[in-house]
């Protein structure tokens, strides 16, 4: 856009990892600041590039934000330590939302982010594990992620190891059928390290989940294939924090999170708008969202 | 060169070899989609209970699991039926394996028309094509029990994403024991000067059979085995233009965009001659696997005839 700046909004640097010793409510404050500054981050990273999907971002961030600041096992000085969590964004068009809180934990400098999706950079619009340190799998193409997610599952168990496993997936996303394949072959394994995170904002892209090829019931659906079930407000730090230090949600099986959430929340004329999956801001609102997220 | 007359099943070669693979490295695991039987891992199964993952009737799954295994540190091994891997499974071959360089070694079983009777929604002749216009994918047809065995080898060797086709149609020996399969090379089985014919996996031997038939005719006729269609061994092609100024391409695949087509594209902006790419014209009619290979002329008769033909084509 052409009247861009680069926003200074008294957010300053990204914030990085939330220490585990504090106090789930201390922490849980700190991720709500850490993700405000996402968000604003994701903006001007959105509307330098003038191309993205600010609604998925959005919904997403909050997750991202306790995941990759608040309870990830990782090492950015070593982002391919064999021990390390993993985690597979399978909606890879969040990626602004995913490079942010990856900068945010420290994987690479504030500076790259100016660069998305400009030519040559390595900050695709959709993730390349080759070239993003932090970035677990290529996504993009929908429906990817979580067969990928069950196969690391499945080699931590051969290993005897701890890590664990987070696939992060669109609800929309949950109408390709290699989600179901993925979810028989988990719960048939009983792969308790395997969490799958469901960004249920309700929204595709072009209509509601539930207009467009109805997921509901969700829960009794992903139950009936094996998980154990448990459903959280994705935009509630310290309720996203609880369920997950309480993995797996039944033992012997792999968890199924469904985060109740909102495209392009907290923005008010973003809120719930479909038209907001990849729209990107004018000027006018560009500003106006920016005061909003404080 | 030797060739024998017994006749061998590929995938008792793959089998030996994936499970000795299995023994000197215990990061290699085989995935797998219910294909046990038709896949020779009973014996892996057995031996390796834990390293065989069968994640049932799910091709996309197979793929993108043996990318997360491969994320773990583990060196997956994928048997599948090569109809459906590859084309059910098309879209994580190129993101979640060549993308990403995932380091999998994808073996299409059974290709090309094997399976003969059960009709074209079984045969695998497009899978090359497929393959190897997949940026970062070897593809790898061999022609025999031995070129298996090695092949499958070079491809858990090499890092990142390889294809392997192992047939199930019987085929005899054509290298001797002193075989040395290279990725990306081509080998030199018969030389003349007359015209060359670029064959590989089934098509190995009725090459060499037409190849030996036309010396009787007086024709010195070039057969060059090429195992590996990407990365192409174009040098070998180009020897073949300029030395021999004709071309014959076989192959058990669509005529469109496999070796053939990988040749032409060498051919054309090199050293152009008359050139005939033999394969699989069209969707088979019913019939028993041999039988429809001698529909298509993919056999001796067949290819010395696309050989004579060209040859009268050459530019004198």
Request: charged share 20%; with cysteine; aromatic share 6%.
């Amino acid at each position: 856009m052409s009247g861009y700046v680069v926003n200074d909004n008294g957010g300053g640097r990204l914030p990085g990892r939330v220490p585990a010793s504090l106090p789930n409510q201390e922490r849980a404050r700190l991720l709500a600041d850490a993700a405000r500054r996402l968000r604003a981050r994701e903006l001007e990273m959105v509307s330098k590039a003038g191309m993205g999907h600010l609604g998925g971002d959005f919904s997403a961030t909050d997750i991202l934000a306790v995941l990759l600041l608040g309870v990830l096992n990782l090492d950015p000085g070593n982002p391919k330590w064999p021990e390390r969590d993993r985690l597979v964004v399978s909606k890879g068009h969040a990626s602004a939302s995913y490079y942010a809180a990856l900068c945010a934990r420290g994987f690479f400098e504030e500076a790259l982010l100016w660069s998305y999706m400009a030519p040559c950079s390595v900050l695709n619009g959709h993730p390349d594990a080759k070239r993003v340190a932090g970035v677990e799998a290529n996504t993009g193409p929908l429906g990817h992620g979580l067969p990928i997610a069950v196969g690391m599952a499945i080699s931590a168990a051969l290993d005897g190891s701890a890590r664990r496993t987070f696939c992060l997936v669109g609800d929309g996303e949950l109408q390709e059928g290699s989600n179901w394949e993925a979810m028989m072959a988990a719960g048939h394994r009983g792969l308790g390290s395997l969490t799958v995170v469901v960004d249920r904002n309700r929204l595709q892209q072009g209509a509601g989940t539930e207009e467009t090829s109805r997921l509901e019931p969700l829960a009794s659906k992903a139950a009936a294939f094996g998980f154990g079930v448990t459903e959280v407000d994705g935009h509630d730090h310290l309720a996203l924090l609880n369920v997950f230090e309480c993995l797996p949600v039944e033992a012997g099986k792999p968890s199924f999170v469904i985060a109740h959430t909102h495209k392009g929340y907290p923005v008010s004329f973003m809120t719930d708008k479909v038209n907001w999956h990849h729209r990107v801001p004018t000027d006018e609102e560009f500003a106006a969202a920016l005061k909003e997220l404080g | 060169m030797t060739t024998s007359a017994a006749l061998y099943d590929c995938r008792d070669s793959f089998a030996e070899t994936v499970e000795a693979l299995a023994q000197e490295d215990p990061r290699v695991v085989v995935v797998c989609g219910d294909s046990i039987g038709s896949s020779k891992l009973v014996g892996f199964k057995e031996r390796y209970p834990d390293r065989l993952v069968n994640v049932g009737i799910a091709e996309q799954t197979v793929i993108g699991v043996a990318a997360g295994l491969a994320n773990g540190g583990k060196l997956p091994v994928v048997a599948g039926a090569s109809c459906f891997l590859t084309a059910r499974g098309l879209e994580q071959l190129k993101v979640d394996l060549a993308y990403t360089n995932a380091n999998v070694t994808v073996c299409g079983m059974s290709p090309g028309v094997a399976y003969g009777e059960l009709g074209p929604t079984h045969h695998s002749v497009e899978d090359i094509a497929w393959l190897r216009a997949i940026d970062n994918m070897v593809v790898v047809v061999p022609a025999d029990p031995l070129e298996t065995s090695q092949a499958l080898r070079a491809a858990v060797a090499h890092v990142g994403p390889a294809f392997v086709r192992v047939s199930r149609m019987g085929v005899p020996a054509v290298y001797d024991a002193s075989y040395k399969f290279s990725l990306g090379r081509a080998a030199r089985l018969l030389d003349g000067d007359d015209a060359t014919i670029i064959a590989n996996g089934t098509m190995v031997a009725p090459a060499l059979e037409a190849a030996r038939a036309m010396a009787a005719e007086g024709l010195a006729v070039r057969v060059v085995s090429m195992p590996t269609v990407r990365p192409l061994d174009e040098a070998e092609v180009v020897s073949a233009a300029t030395e021999t100024g004709a071309i014959v391409t076989v192959e058990e695949h669509s005529v469109r965009g496999g070796l053939g087509g990988a040749v032409a594209e060498v051919v054309v902006s090199s050293v152009p001659v008359p050139m005939t790419i033999l394969g699989v014209p069209h969707f088979a009619p019913t019939g028993p696997a041999r039988w429809l290979l001698d529909y298509f002329g993919l056999n001796a008769a067949g290819i010395a005839a696309a050989v004579r033909e060209v040859v009268k084509r050459k530019v004198t």
